[in-house]
């Protein structure tokens, strides 16, 4: 009768107490969450009676903030209830990095460079100029941007690059008495670029016309395709809405 009873006894620990208290044989099979938001994770854990830990987050371009990325246990996995799944997640907000300086690389040495610091290459835009594939210009949401700005990580940048039909010789065009607006477009219609833009106070002289221009018309001097004309606009800077101007009085 003693040896039944601790015959009894033993065999339903090992058979009935200890696979109740372990979930013997209850296995829970570990859901695919890549690519899903932690909100969607949770609920999709919680039907289970699993739960997750955040082990990484990583910055990856034009994923979702808080994105799965990746999981451990991988999916299909079979793990007991209450098991932690560790996942890599993206970040929330995209770390800043500083805009190098392109301005005189070659095209193929920029795009390099971006990729190496974390931004992206958007747009190019080929204008004439006599330094083939070299960078004239960087922008940024429509606008130029200087180095050392800061961006967040994965940003598009454009770039205006030379096409190397800058030999071809120009005779200086006459913008004296030309609005600033008239006298830009004659200059990219001439195939030049825009210099600098000053102002300065010149007598008689209608506000926010051209009075100078560098260089001159009918000098005798000849300019190339992508050559960069400067002009002077009577008046101060008040006339003209324009940013980053500068004046230049007599």
């Known amino acids: 009768m003693v040896i039944s009873l601790f015959l009894a006894a033993f065999l339903g620990f090992f ?3 200890l696979p109740w208290s372990t ?13 899903m938001n932690l909100d ?3 609920s999709a854990l919680d039907e289970r009676r699993l ?22 246990p991988f999916p299909n996995s079979l793990v007991k209830e209450g098991r932690n799944i560790y996942l ?25 460079y971006l990729r190496s ?4 290459e958007g747009t190019i835009r080929y204008i004439p100029d006599i330094a083939e594939n070299a960078i004239l210009e960087q ?11 800061q961006l967040p990580k994965g940003s598009r940048i454009d770039l205006v690059v030379g096409n ?47 009075v100078e221009q560098r260089p001159a018309a009918n000098s005798g001097v000849k300019v190339h395709v992508g050559e960069i004309i400067d002009i002077w606009i009577a008046g101060t800077p008040d006339n003209d809405t324009g940013e980053g101007k500068i004046e230049d009085q007599p």
Not at 139 to 149: C, L, M
Not at 194 to 207: D, E, H, R, S
Request: aromatic share 8%; net charge neutral; proline share 7%.
């Open 51 to 72: 739960d997750y830990v955040v082990s990484d987050c990583t910055f990856v371009p034009g994923v979702a903030p808080y994105t799965v990325l990746s999981q451990y």
């Open 15 to 17: 058979f009935v107490y």
């Open 88 to 112: 890599t997640v993206t970040m929330g907000t995209a770390p800043m990095i500083r805009m190098p300086d392109l301005i005189g690389n070659g095209l193929r040495s920029a795009q390099s």
């Open 40 to 42: 969607d994770v949770r």
């Open 164 to 210: 190397g039909i800058g030999n071809t010789e120009l005779d200086v065009p006459s913008l004296i008495g030309l609005s600033q607006e008239e006298a830009e477009i004659y200059i990219k219609g001439s195939d030049l670029r825009v210099g600098t833009v000053l102002y300065k106070t010149v007598p008689g002289a209608k506000p926010g016309t051209v």
């Open 139 to 149: 922008w940024y949401n429509g606008r130029k941007i200087e180095p050392g700005t």
């Open 23 to 35: 979930n013997h044989g209850q296995s829970i099979t570990v859901p695919d969450l890549r690519k």
């Open 117 to 120: 610091v974390g931004l992206a």
